[in-house]
Structure formats: C-alpha cells, structure tokens
C-alpha cells in the first residue's frame, strides 16, 4: 500500500479533519524538552477504540510504524516520531469520555485522552479522591501516565500509576481489542496483562481505556515544613513519619538549600521557609523535607498527630526548625515551592536532569558519594537535589557551573555526568529511570544497566506481541 493509499484509508476511518499532514505539527513532532524535532507521515486522532484499531489495523497492513502519544508531556522522548516522515504519530486525546463511575466498588472507567486533572476534579465532585498527582497534570493523559508508569508527589501512600490500575482496554498490534476493564481486586486467572502493558510505553499495544481506583476524601489534610540538619536526618524523619502516621502520610518530598535558593532567586514572590535568604540557616540545614498528613477523622485529630510527630523529631534532632500551614492557602503556597523547583531551574540556565531511584535507607551514603563523584570530576558543578523522598525516587539534576556557557558545557560534559551519576545509582543497587521511563533517550542506558536474563524476556515479549515491530520502534529497547 502506497502513503497516498494509506492516507486516504486513514482518512476513512477516523475523518478527514483528524489525519493531519500539514502545518506546524510541532505540538505532535516534538518532544515536551524541545530536545527532539521529527517529521510524521501524518498525525491521526481516533475519537473511539474502534477507530483506533481500524488505525492500527491498516497500519500494519501497510508496514508503517506507529508512534503512540498522550499529552506529549514524557520527559525520556518516548512519543516523538523520528525524522523519516514515514510513522503515523496515533494522538488519542479524542478518546476522552469517562465510562462509568462506580463509587460502591471506589472506582471509575476512563478512557485514555482523559487529562489527569480533570480525572481529579471529577472524583473530588463525587466525594472521593483520585490520588495521582505530577506536574504536568493539566496536560498530561491518562494513558500516557499508564504506558510510563507515571509517580508523582503521593506514591509514599497510594504507589505509583501501576498500583491505582484495576483494569485495561488495549488495541493490540494486529488491530485486536482486548476487554480487561472488570475491575476486580481479585482475578487470578492467568498471565497479568494488565501489568505488561502498563509501563510499556506503548511498544506493546495502545491502552485505550482504564479502570482506576478512587479512595474516600480524606477529613483533613495538613502540610508541614521541616528544616533537617542532613539527609540521614531526613530518613530518620522519614521513620518517625510512617511509625506516627502510618497510612496517614501522604507526602514526603526532599529540597536541598541550593534548589531552594533558585527558587527564591527566581521567583521572589515565594516565601521560601529557612533559606539563607530569610535566615542563616545553610549550614545548619542543608535540606528541607515538604511532609503532608492526610487524617480520616477531622482536622484536630490530624493536627495533633502531626505536631506530636515534630515534637518527637525536635527531641531526635533529625529538626532543627518547622512550620505547619494553618490554611489551604499556606498549604498550596509550600507545595508551590516545592513543584517550581524544575521552573527555576530551567530559569538559572542549561541544567543535566536525572531521575533516579535507590532505597530510602541507601539515598545518604549514595548522596554523599555522588556529590563528592562529581564535585571532584567537575569543578565548579551545582547540585539540584530534590525528590520523593518518601519513595526512594530523587531528582538529581546537574546545573552548568556559574558562568559557563551552558551549551558547550551540556555539549562536552553531559556524557562524563550521566555516566558519573549512573554507576554511583548502579553501586548502590539502584534504578537509572524512576517515574519518567525509559523512552528513546535512555535505551542505552537499559542496555547497560539491566541484566541480560531480563533484557532477553523483554526481547522476547516485544517479538511475541508485535512481530512487525511496528509499535514505538526504537523506544524501550533499542533498534535491531
């Protein structure tokens, strides 16, 4: 079949109006970090599963590769086609109905186009909670958080977008539609589909639809502001949170002073607590942990759980100083410094973005290492340290040294840091991708650093589901 063809079949299938080969496509061709600029065949929008298996369907008749995107938002370029103007970039924001809600069984059916926010909104109208929550929720999708197994600020509570995933609809890479949307909490018959599809990122199948998991609203949530003397204090923090709050601790994000400083260099309009700034405090707490209390029983209860927490952490030294927000307002305005920690980062200049993974117990010692690694190799270099905490997940971010031209230092150094920062994640047992996946940026890395006994059942996964190797090529695992 000939691209005209192909076009025209296309065209039929979804309408005229939603097969796109003109104009700027760059919203569509080019990755959300401006790092990637391809070139489509076209851009084609479905509006209902079936449509998107009569995508797929001719597609593969055809032999032309597909590219699967959300909200385009992935930070690993996993939805960006390549520049051969040969792939199909498969937009599926038109499929963006939700199904059904049923609040007995705490859980709604959504399709994939679904963004996030909405989803959080909706459950919020119906008295529950949807607990998924990342920066870039105003525009990123559901199915894009499913295909990369998105994280976000809750995981320490509710897991990450795999663990809030009762059931799936998936167009397979022959056209077929496979109905897993039971929304069981007990189904032990068989493989887990659902579970291979989800973080696959769309090189095994295109999720079409969801059904996630809701929770009852919490009675009070409390967000407070701790300034720790070190991270090994900050862990310690980290146990005495989960030993007082238990299920109640929904939120544990780390700062060090530096991210914080360019927050408050670039944004002075946020009232940072405990910053050099505002007080001396640089060397007496080097970091800052952004912890949130969720309480199922009322606002005083929280709040005593809360303050007895940080009076035992005052005691334990793990605190050196604290604030509890005494509104929503104050509340919103702390995790609004927190989440412009990457905005004011990019404000400062060029910077080297590693989303990491080690165990809470390990993230000291790695910490230690890492910042000795790379301050001894790279004169000069600022350290961006700032995460989830709470799950072992940190965003170890390498910022151009002051005064260097950030090109040419992204242009010399960027492989001599990337490869500094894995082998000290890899020595300390830990992962190179934590919530943004691995994408075409990264399959290098996979190569490395996973086991080959892991690498050759992936291998053989990919050719079972998609013999024509025509979902996502080169994303995940690398080509050939």
């Excluded at 910053?275 to 209390?293: I, Q, S």
Aim: charged share 20%.
């Amino acid at each position: 079949m000939t691209s005209t063809a192909l076009l025209e079949s296309l065209r039929q299938i979804v309408g005229a109006p939603h097969v796109l080969t003109d104009g700027d496509l760059s919203a569509y061709e080019q990755d959300w970090r401006k790092r990637v600029h391809g070139k489509s065949l076209a851009v084609v929008r479905p509006g209902n599963t079936a449509e998107v298996a009569g995508v797929i369907k001719a597609c593969a008749a055809a032999g032309v590769q597909i590219v699967p995107q959300g909200g385009n938002t992935g930070l690993s370029v996993g939805s960006t086609p390549d520049d051969s103007g040969r792939q199909i970039v498969l937009s599926l924001t038109r499929l963006n109905a939700v199904r059904h809600i049923d609040k007995d069984n705490l859980t709604f059916t959504v399709e994939a186009g679904c963004i996030l926010q909405n989803l959080q909104e909706l459950a919020d109208q119906q008295g529950l909670l949807f607990p998924l929550s990342l920066a870039a929720e105003g525009s990123c999708t559901i199915g894009g958080n499913l295909g990369t197994n998105a994280g976000g600020t809750q995981v320490v509570r509710y897991g990450n977008t795999r663990d809030l995933c009762l059931g799936l609809e998936v167009v397979t890479p022959q056209g077929e539609i496979w109905d897993g949307l039971k929304g069981l909490r007990k189904d032990n018959t068989g493989y887990d589909l659902r579970d291979l599809f989800i973080g696959s990122e769309g090189t095994l199948g295109i999720i079409t639809a969801a059904t996630m998991k809701l929770f009852p609203q919490p009675a009070a949530q409390l967000t407070a502001f701790a300034a720790v003397p070190s991270m090994e204090a900050a862990v310690r923090l980290l146990g005495l949170a989960h030993q007082h709050l238990g299920a109640g601790l929904t939120g544990f994000e780390v700062m060090g002073q530096f991210a914080l400083s360019l927050v408050v260099k670039h944004m002075p309009q946020l009232r940072v607590p405990f910053t050099e700034k505002e007080a001396d405090m640089g060397d007496e707490a080097p970091y800052c942990v952004l912890l949130e209390n969720s309480d199922s029983e009322s606002e005083q209860h929280a709040r005593l759980r809360f303050e007895h927490l940080l009076e035992l952490a005052f005691e334990d030294g793990c605190v050196v100083n604290a604030v509890v927000a005494e509104s929503l307002t104050q509340a919103h305005d702390l995790w609004h410094i927190r989440e412009s920690i990457p905005l004011a980062q990019a404000e400062e200049g060029l910077n080297i973005k590693h989303d990491i993974s080690v165990a809470a117990s390990r993230i000291p010692a790695f910490v230690e290492h890492a910042d000795a690694v790379l301050k001894r190799e790279i004169p000069g270099v600022r350290l961006v340290n700032f995460g989830h905490l709470g799950d072992g997940n940190l965003h170890y971010n390498v910022q151009v040294p002051e005064g260097e031209d950030g090109k040419a230092f992204l242009r010399d150094k960027e492989a001599l840091v990337n490869h500094l920062v894995y082998e000290a994640v890899d020595a300390f047992g830990g992962s190179f991708s934590a919530e943004h996946g691995v994408g075409a940026l990264k399959t290098d890395k996979l190569e490395k650093y996973q086991s080959p006994v892991a690498l050759q059942m992936m291998r053989a996964i990919k050719n079972a589901l998609d013999p024509q190797g025509i979902m996502n090529p080169g994303v995940v695992l690398a080509r050939g």
